[in-house]
Nanobody, 120 residues
């Protein structure tokens, strides 16, 4: 069974940067990052496969990159308090051709999450 491990969360001030990493136990070419703030639904942040996709709220500030077939990073710049939350790495897209990448039910494997705190 595929396992994912995130790292790199932490606390920064508004405008700061963080770099999250996700390592998989086997080659997985399609990854995504989601985040969840307390009391809210988990939302898709970025996805990488043959191309990259981003949530509108992070375009121009976040960059998802594939470091190797089994690892991805999420570079987060110009962080804002609204970026607060637990960030999760996901893999194994099961949504088919019509599934939305930013819906958590379309991903099979999840990491445990890493906390990101942005203070104003």
């Amino acid at each position: 069974q595929l396992q994912l491990v995130e790292s790199g969360g932490g606390s920064v001030q508004t405008g700061g940067s963080l770099r999250l990493s996700c390592a998989a136990t086997e080659d997985t070419y399609v990854f995504s990052w989601f985040r969840q703030a307390p009391g809210t639904e988990r939302e898709g942040v970025a996805c990488i496969g043959s191309s990259t996709l981003y949530a509108d709220s992070v375009k121009g500030r976040f960059t998802i990159s594939r470091e190797s077939p089994d690892a991805v990073t999420l570079q987060m710049n110009s962080l804002k308090p609204e970026d607060n939350g637990t960030y999760y790495c996901a893999a194994e897209f099961i949504g088919g051709n019509g599934g939305a990448w930013n819906k958590m039910q379309n991903w099979k494997s999840w990491g445990q999450g890493t906390q990101v705190t942005v203070s104003s």
